[in-house]
């Protein structure tokens, strides 16, 4: 296949300073919770981005110095030449595939809380930390302002040496020091560093020119500018001082990466944010520059990048998600198989590997974070083992998955669902705001379409005559899950009593399948905490229901904090009326009412509720696998084939981790790990014993 000529002007070079990239398509900095501690993994992950195409790819936030310590997070880092040494292992990889490789060097000032080097705290101002840390920054003085511009450049110098050809001057988000600078509600400063807008630019300028001097002759010099803080008044505006930033600064770096801030606003989801939403605020810096302009946007679609290019918005396209959800997006466009991207569903299942300090993920690439730890490669896949016939009998997620990646190492696969295929990301697509979680099966049946040794047979009920007759050398069983109906959940661990005797009771399944309570009044009890329970709250009120959300969790939806979007689902609920009800764990049901008890008090709370609906745990559909293995799997050793449950009908999940489990199946069909082992490299720490 050819390349389709409409989408050439993206494939062409684009010099920034003393390099030249490729083409057009730039791998943004992004955090991947694997950092400084997993330099192995980081290496492996940028690479893959490389040889997909991408003709930059950049590190994450790379600190520059122990005085701005991140701990807990995972970020890289530069403080010394163990620290360039390992990043050289980026560099390296990156360059086999003849990509630049970018660092984004960073002095966080008091974003952090120096846990690990319990230094004091350096601010622009006298100003507490951005966390609930009883920390506080000390205002930095004109020696201590001189003693960052030295490490920002000692570090620039140590990235050059390492390998890097493009060095960052970072004032993206509320998370650097030059922004903290910049912005007036944290600048409080009266010397030449704070007042006029020129002042408080005056530390940006420095460092660009600092490093402009130090490696400007072998490196491209960037700079990341959040042009607009989303604080109205509060904050730097695009139309305001934002613009007047960018006029100011305009020709002194070699490329404007731009943006918005703060990282929630950068990363919306696709719950709240359309592709492209970006480009209302960046638009203006291509008129005031003649640099070129790389920024962000979820772009997943090559019609939707050829336009920001031709309509002189960006030079490159700019991108973190898209390009960790198929990082062989740019090759896919150059050899003409658009249909076989997989394109970003906008989850951010991704952040949450930052939030909580994990290995990164992703929804549609489960290759992701495994390129060095497992080996694997998105696009490649070992040849099948001594199996030739696998039945996999469940085509949500994991089924999918595992039937697709199962006949493209070339076994003879046959698919079966009860229903059309696409299980639990169908059925949640048709839920407000999650059009996109259908692309999870789309790309998969689509993939499957190509496969001539794959058949899928959708409306076909499974049951152990039928598996037995079917003569596979494997079965894997991906049955899914079901939401339970009685009350068990995190908070609660047995069944709530007097839920059978409630008139409207309804699960997730049932709101899903059209089937919504005819009262005017709905409780949505919610003990998942992730999104379910606040969509299902926005469908009802948008239905004209009076709604009440209660929660044992400290807030609504509280893991969605690791999305970067909980505060947006708590506004949206607001804004429709919604009740919401937090720190109440569910004690008893009656026909029309519900009882509550207080987390921190043990008071009692008892709700009117004609309609409710039960948001807690789901329950595995493993019925079909245990008529097999028998109940304590005591036949399975006896069965004429292996038999695997995998996915949520093995353990509920994420949908990411529905798909990973799926492909994990897929690859260790015929070479199954040893369970005694760890089935995968592990970065060590160094023993010193000294």
Same mark, same amino acid.
């Given at each position: 296949?050819?390349?389709?000529?409409?989408?050439?002007?993206?494939?062409?070079?684009?010099?920034?300073?003393?390099?030249?990239?490729?083409?057009?398509?730039?791998?943004?900095?992004?955090?991947?919770?694997?950092?400084?501690?997993?330099?192995?993994?980081?290496?492996? +992950?940028?690479?893959?981005?490389?040889?997909?195409?991408?003709?930059?790819?950049?590190?994450?936030?790379?600190?520059?110095?122990?005085?701005?310590?991140?701990?807990?997070?995972?970020?890289?880092?530069?403080?010394?030449?163990?620290?360039?040494?390992?990043?050289?292992?980026?560099?390296?990889?990156?360059?086999?595939?003849?990509?630049?490789?970018?660092?984004?060097?960073?002095?966080?000032?008091?974003?952090?809380?120096?846990?690990?080097?319990?230094?004091?705290?350096?601010?622009?101002?006298?100003?507490?930390?951005?966390?609930?840390?009883?920390?506080?920054?000390?205002?930095?003085?004109?020696?201590?302002?001189?003693?960052?511009?030295?490490?920002?450049?000692?570090?620039?110098?140590?990235?050059?040496?390492?390998?890097?050809?493009?060095?960052?001057?970072?004032?993206?988000?509320?998370?650097?020091?030059?922004?903290?600078? @910049?912005?007036?509600?944290?600048?409080?400063?009266?010397?030449?560093?704070?007042?006029?807008?020129?002042?408080?630019?005056?530390?940006?300028?420095?460092?660009?020119?600092?490093?402009?001097?130090?490696?400007?002759?072998?490196?491209?010099?960037?700079?990341?500018?959040?042009?607009?803080? +989303?604080?109205?008044?509060?904050?730097?505006?695009?139309?305001?001082?934002?613009?007047?930033?960018?006029?100011?600064?305009?020709?002194?770096?070699?490329?404007?990466?731009?943006?918005?801030?703060?990282?929630?606003?950068?990363?919306?989801?696709?719950?709240?944010?359309?592709?492209?939403?970006?480009?209302?605020?960046?638009? /203006?810096?291509?008129?005031?520059?003649?640099?070129?302009?790389?920024?962000?946007?979820?772009?997943?679609?090559?019609?939707?990048?050829?336009?920001? @290019?031709?309509?002189?918005?960006?030079?490159?396209?700019?991108?973190?998600?898209?390009?960790?959800?198929?990082?062989?997006?740019?090759?896919?466009?150059?050899?003409?198989?658009?249909?076989? @991207?997989?394109?970003?569903?906008?989850?951010?299942?991704?952040?949450?590997?930052?939030?909580?300090?994990?290995?990164?993920?992703?929804?549609?690439?489960?290759?992701?974070?495994?390129?060095?730890?497992?080996?694997?490669?998105?696009?490649?896949?070992?040849?099948?083992?001594?199996?030739?016939?696998?039945?996999?009998?469940?085509?949500?997620?994991?089924?999918?998955?595992?039937?697709?990646?199962?006949?493209?190492?070339?076994?003879?696969?046959?698919?079966?669902?009860?229903?059309?295929?696409?299980?639990?990301?169908?059925?949640?697509?048709?839920?407000?705001?999650?059009?996109?979680?259908?692309?999870?099966?789309?790309?998969?049946?689509?993939?499957?379409?190509?496969?001539?040794?794959?058949?899928?047979?959708?409306?076909?009920?499974?049951?152990?005559?039928?598996?037995?007759?079917?003569?596979?050398?494997?079965?894997?069983?991906?049955?899914?899950?079901?939401?339970?109906?009685?009350?068990?959940?995190?908070?609660?661990?047995?069944?709530?009593?007097?839920?059978?005797?409630?008139?409207?009771? /309804?699960?997730?399944?049932?709101?899903?399948?059209?089937?919504?309570?005819?009262?005017?009044?709905?409780?949505?009890?919610?003990?998942?905490?992730?999104?379910?329970?606040?969509?299902?709250?926005?469908?009802?009120?948008?239905?004209?229901?009076?709604?009440?959300?209660?929660?044992?969790?400290?807030?609504?939806?509280?893991?969605?904090?690791?999305? +970067?979007?909980?505060?947006?689902?708590?506004?949206?609920?607001?804004?429709?009326?919604?009740?919401?009800?937090?720190?109440?764990?569910?004690?008893?049901?009656?026909?029309?009412?519900?009882?509550?008890?207080?987390?921190?008090?043990?008071?009692?709370?008892?709700?009117?509720?004609?309609?409710?609906?039960?948001?807690?745990?789901?329950?595995?559909?493993?019925?079909?696998?245990?008529?097999?293995?028998?109940?304590?799997?005591?036949?399975?050793?006896?069965?004429?084939?292996?038999?695997?449950?995998?996915?949520?009908?093995?353990?509920?999940?994420?949908?990411?981790?529905?798909?990973?489990?799926?492909?994990?199946?897929?690859?260790?069909?015929?070479?199954?790990?040893?369970?005694?082992?760890?089935?995968?490299?592990?970065?060590?720490?160094?023993?010193?014993?000294?």
């Amino acid at each position: 296949m050819t390349r389709d000529p409409r989408y050439d002007v993206l494939f062409e070079p684009v010099a920034i300073g003393p390099v030249t990239a490729r083409n057009r398509f730039y791998q943004v900095p992004h955090c991947n919770g694997m950092g400084h501690t997993m330099p192995n993994s980081v290496a492996g +992950m940028r690479a893959m981005k490389a040889e997909g195409g991408w003709a930059v790819v950049a590190t994450e936030e790379c600190d520059i110095h122990a005085s701005t310590d991140v701990m807990p997070y995972r970020e890289a880092r530069l403080w010394d030449q163990g620290d360039q040494d390992r990043l050289a292992l980026m560099t390296e990889r990156v360059h086999e595939y003849g990509a630049l490789a970018a660092v984004e060097l960073v002095h966080s000032g008091h974003n952090v809380s120096n846990r690990y080097s319990r230094l004091p705290v350096m601010g622009v101002s006298d100003i507490g930390v951005n966390s609930f840390d009883p920390v506080q920054a000390c205002a930095m003085t004109r020696r201590d302002i001189a003693d960052v511009r030295r490490w920002h450049r000692q570090a620039a110098i140590r990235a050059r040496d390492a390998g890097f050809d493009i060095v960052y001057v970072y004032a993206g988000h509320d998370l650097s020091l030059p922004m903290h600078f @910049i912005s007036r509600r944290h600048n409080r400063r009266t010397d030449e560093y704070g007042g006029s807008l020129e002042n408080r630019v005056r530390l940006t300028r420095e460092l660009l020119e600092d490093t402009k001097e130090a490696v400007g002759d072998r490196c491209g010099v960037a700079i990341r500018f959040a042009v607009d803080e +989303m604080l109205g008044d509060e904050g730097i505006a695009s139309g305001a001082e934002g613009r007047e930033v960018v006029e100011m600064l305009a020709e002194l770096p070699d490329l404007w990466d731009v943006n918005v801030s703060d990282w929630a606003n950068d990363s919306v989801t696709a719950r709240f944010g359309e592709e492209g939403d970006q480009e209302s605020y960046v638009a /203006f810096v291509k008129q005031v520059t003649s640099k070129p302009v790389v920024g962000v946007g979820r772009f997943t679609s090559a019609d939707a990048m050829v336009s920001q @290019i031709k309509r002189g918005i960006l030079d490159m396209i700019g991108a973190a998600r898209p390009s960790i959800a198929d990082p062989f997006l740019p090759r896919k466009i150059e050899e003409g198989r658009i249909e076989d @991207i997989r394109e970003c569903i906008g989850c951010n299942i991704c952040v949450s590997g930052d939030w909580t300090q994990s290995p990164i993920r992703c929804t549609q690439n489960p290759t992701m974070g495994e390129e060095w730890r497992r080996g694997w490669h998105p696009e490649i896949i070992e040849q099948r083992g001594e199996s030739k016939k696998v039945l996999v009998v469940g085509a949500g997620p994991a089924g999918l998955e595992a039937a697709m990646s199962l006949g493209q190492r070339g076994y003879e696969v046959a698919l079966a669902d009860s229903g059309d295929g696409g299980g639990r990301a169908a059925l949640e697509s048709g839920l407000p705001g999650l059009s996109s979680y259908k692309r999870v099966s789309d790309y998969r049946l689509g993939q499957i379409a190509k496969l001539t040794n794959v058949s899928f047979f959708p409306g076909s009920e499974m049951d152990r005559e039928t598996v037995l007759e079917f003569g596979a050398d494997q079965v894997l069983i991906a049955t899914g899950s079901s939401w339970r109906a009685d009350g068990l959940g995190r908070a609660t661990h047995a069944p709530i009593p007097g839920i059978a005797d409630h008139a409207q009771c /309804f699960t997730p399944d049932d709101i899903m399948a059209g089937q919504l309570p005819s009262a005017d009044a709905v409780l949505v009890y919610d003990d998942d905490h992730y999104y379910m329970g606040g969509v299902i709250a926005q469908l009802l009120a948008d239905s004209g229901k009076a709604v009440t959300l209660v929660t044992p969790g400290p807030e609504v939806s509280c893991w969605t904090q690791n999305t +970067m979007e909980q505060h947006r689902i708590e506004k949206a609920l607001l804004d429709r009326g919604v009740t919401l009800i937090a720190k109440h764990t569910l004690s008893g049901v009656a026909s029309d009412s519900v009882s509550f008890a207080c987390n921190t008090t043990d008071r009692a709370l008892s709700i009117e509720a004609p309609g409710l609906v039960m948001v807690t745990l789901r329950a595995p559909m493993s019925s079909l696998y245990f008529s097999l293995a028998g109940e304590a799997q005591e036949q399975i050793d006896e069965l004429p084939f292996g038999l695997l449950r995998i996915g949520d009908c093995m353990a509920p999940n994420t949908i990411a981790a529905a798909v990973y489990d799926g492909h994990r199946a897929a690859r260790e069909m015929d070479n199954w790990p040893d369970p005694d082992s760890v089935p995968f490299k592990r970065e060590q720490s160094v023993i010193d014993r000294l």
